[in-house]
């Protein structure tokens, strides 16, 4: 496996951050439409999201909100586009 020193995006707000790690872990996807996120619904994905958040939360904020910023942005988000006509 190669391993690179990957530089992780500036975080110019926890929100941005949390949508950044869902997005990054597929539990949240953007309507490629109209750019609404979209909850995937993955339970292993937002398992992944949470634990990359307590493991490894920006600096200055502690696991517990790092996590608790994740949970907030997908309790937010819905599972469908609410520009896109029903299926």
């Known amino acids: 496996m190669l391993m690179t020193n990957a530089r992780r995006p500036a975080i110019r707000s926890l929100r941005g951050w949390a949508i950044h790690v869902l997005q990054e872990e597929g539990a949240i996807r953007e309507c490629e439409e109209h750019g609404w996120m979209q909850d995937r ?5 937002r398992e992944r999201a949470l634990d990359i958040a307590r493991r490894d939360p920006p600096a200055g904020i502690s696991p517990n909100e790092a996590a608790a910023e994740v949970r907030d942005v997908l309790d937010s988000i819905g599972d469908t586009c609410p520009e896109c006509p029903p299926d």
């Open 41 to 45: 619904t993955d339970s292993h994905a």
